[in-house]
């Protein structure tokens, strides 16, 4: 089996700034209840940008960090559960783009777990020889399956992309991973896609109108997150010589402050050791793990040797988390 390292982040988010008191112009909400809640304060959303655009300027930004061209690409994933199409797929609408005529490309949903499942995937390839350099991309436009009059949700979703390149290397960069689901769990967190509808279907209940947007039933999905962001850190170090104490830094999904910080005492770490880029972008679902990832890197917070774990979770429900050690720099 061959080594993966990762070699480069990129991310690019919408320019537009959301503040909690912009939405308490639309509905019945608070920066006060937005805060306490969340922790979120503001929030990227498009005026205009589409996911593909977002992508497109990840990809571009990771190129440069990785200093690799886009024709040395094999591969290309970006998990997205908001693309701008169905067909062709935002990683082939990416291709296109930027150029990288010689790479496989696809999309694949996880939900907010997107990023680490590309990831995890795409270290399959290179583990395996089949590949040697792939970029993997989170993608999201959010908004434009938020009910806009929805205060429940809408005060917490976001637009942006992040993405990294991984390549074949000398070094154990990518040391560990873990993803899972529970489709059980699928109806707490929803969007519909279009209903059965076709010149054979006889029957009107299948053309009644359905929700266009995202439904979330928070109590549940707080339980599930609280339970799995715990869990999935520990799963990672299994069989791994690393413990607990040994990791440097983890990148957590987005989502809630609450969330995070009830995570951090269960393994009775400090809080300051799991990185929040939330009050200023939100829940941007599965971008928000390469956003944050990108955002440590460029501000050169990663020094050589350290052991940083990615780890997320989302609709399907679905988890993951995966363990990293950084062999960029000095
Ligand atoms: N502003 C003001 N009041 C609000 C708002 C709002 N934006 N939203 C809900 N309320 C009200 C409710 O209507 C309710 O009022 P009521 O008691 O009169 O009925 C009250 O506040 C409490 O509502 P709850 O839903 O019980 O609030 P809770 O304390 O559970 O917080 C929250 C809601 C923040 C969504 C919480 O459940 C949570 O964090 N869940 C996890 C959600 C999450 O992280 N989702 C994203 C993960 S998956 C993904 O990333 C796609």
Same mark, same amino acid.
């Not at 938020?146 to 205060?151: F, L, N, P």
């Not at 339970?227 to 983890?250: A, N, Q, R, Y």
């Not at 609450?258 to 393994?267: G, Q, V, Y």
């Given at each position: 089996m061959f080594n993966v390292e990762l070699i480069g982040t990129g991310s690019c988010i919408p320019e537009k700034v959301v503040t909690n008191d912009d939405l308490a112009k639309i509905v019945d909400t608070s920066d006060e209840w937005i805060t306490s809640r969340t922790g979120i304060k503001e929030r990227r959303i498009s005026t205009g940008e589409t996911t593909t655009e977002l992508a497109v300027g990840a990809a571009r930004s990771a190129l440069e960090s990785a200093r690799i061209s886009a024709e040395d690409l094999d591969l290309i994933i970006v998990a997205t559960l908001t693309p701008d199409d169905y067909l062709p797929s935002t990683a082939c609408q990416v291709q296109k783009h930027i150029g990288a005529d010689n790479a496989a490309c696809f999309d694949l949903n996880a939900a907010c777990t997107g990023f680490i499942y590309g990831l995890t995937v795409a270290s399959q390839f290179i583990r395996t020889g089949m590949y040697k350099t792939a970029l993997v991309i989170g993608a999201e436009e959010l908004s434009k399956i938020t =009910?806009?009059? /929805?205060r429940t949700t809408c005060v917490l979703f976001a637009d942006g992309a992040g993405a990294a390149v991984l390549q074949r290397g000398e070094?154990?960069?990518?040391i560990s991973e873990i993803i899972g689901s529970d489709g059980? *769990?699928? /109806?707490?967190l929803t969007c519909p896609a279009? !209903? !059965? &509808?076709?010149?054979? %279907? &006889? =029957? =009107? @209940?299948? *053309?009644e109108s359905r929700s266009e947007y995202v439904y979330m039933n928070g109590r549940e999905v707080y339980k599930f997150a609280v339970t799995v962001m715990p869990e999935c850190i520990l799963k990672t170090l299994? $069989?791994? $010589? %690393? @413990?607990? @104490? /040994? %990791? /440097?830094h983890i990148i957590p999904h987005q989502a809630n402050l609450r969330i995070i910080d009830a995570a951090a005492k269960k393994l009775n770490l400090d809080a300051s050791k799991f990185y929040v880029n939330l009050p200023r972008f939100g829940n941007t679902s599965g971008a928000s793990i390469p956003i944050a990832l990108d955002e440590m890197a460029k501000a050169n917070r990663f020094k050589k040797g350290d052991l940083i774990i990615l780890v997320g979770f989302g609709g399907g429900l679905t988890y993951g988390a995966m363990l990293i050690k950084w062999t960029m720099g000095e």
């Amino acid at each position: 089996m061959f080594n993966v390292e990762l070699i480069g982040t990129g991310s690019c988010i919408p320019e537009k700034v959301v503040t909690n008191d912009d939405l308490a112009k639309i509905v019945d909400t608070s920066d006060e209840w937005i805060t306490s809640r969340t922790g979120i304060k503001e929030r990227r959303i498009s005026t205009g940008e589409t996911t593909t655009e977002l992508a497109v300027g990840a990809a571009r930004s990771a190129l440069e960090s990785a200093r690799i061209s886009a024709e040395d690409l094999d591969l290309i994933i970006v998990a997205t559960l908001t693309p701008d199409d169905y067909l062709p797929s935002t990683a082939c609408q990416v291709q296109k783009h930027i150029g990288a005529d010689n790479a496989a490309c696809f999309d694949l949903n996880a939900a907010c777990t997107g990023f680490i499942y590309g990831l995890t995937v795409a270290s399959q390839f290179i583990r395996t020889g089949m590949y040697k350099t792939a970029l993997v991309i989170g993608a999201e436009e959010l908004s434009k399956i938020t =009910d806009w009059t /929805d205060r429940t949700t809408c005060v917490l979703f976001a637009d942006g992309a992040g993405a990294a390149v991984l390549q074949r290397g000398e070094q154990q960069g990518i040391i560990s991973e873990i993803i899972g689901s529970d489709g059980n *769990k699928g /109806d707490c967190l929803t969007c519909p896609a279009l !209903p !059965p &509808r076709n010149y054979f %279907i &006889r =029957d =009107d @209940s299948t *053309k009644e109108s359905r929700s266009e947007y995202v439904y979330m039933n928070g109590r549940e999905v707080y339980k599930f997150a609280v339970t799995v962001m715990p869990e999935c850190i520990l799963k990672t170090l299994e $069989g791994t $010589g %690393i @413990s607990l @104490s /040994d %990791i /440097d830094h983890i990148i957590p999904h987005q989502a809630n402050l609450r969330i995070i910080d009830a995570a951090a005492k269960k393994l009775n770490l400090d809080a300051s050791k799991f990185y929040v880029n939330l009050p200023r972008f939100g829940n941007t679902s599965g971008a928000s793990i390469p956003i944050a990832l990108d955002e440590m890197a460029k501000a050169n917070r990663f020094k050589k040797g350290d052991l940083i774990i990615l780890v997320g979770f989302g609709g399907g429900l679905t988890y993951g988390a995966m363990l990293i050690k950084w062999t960029m720099g000095e």
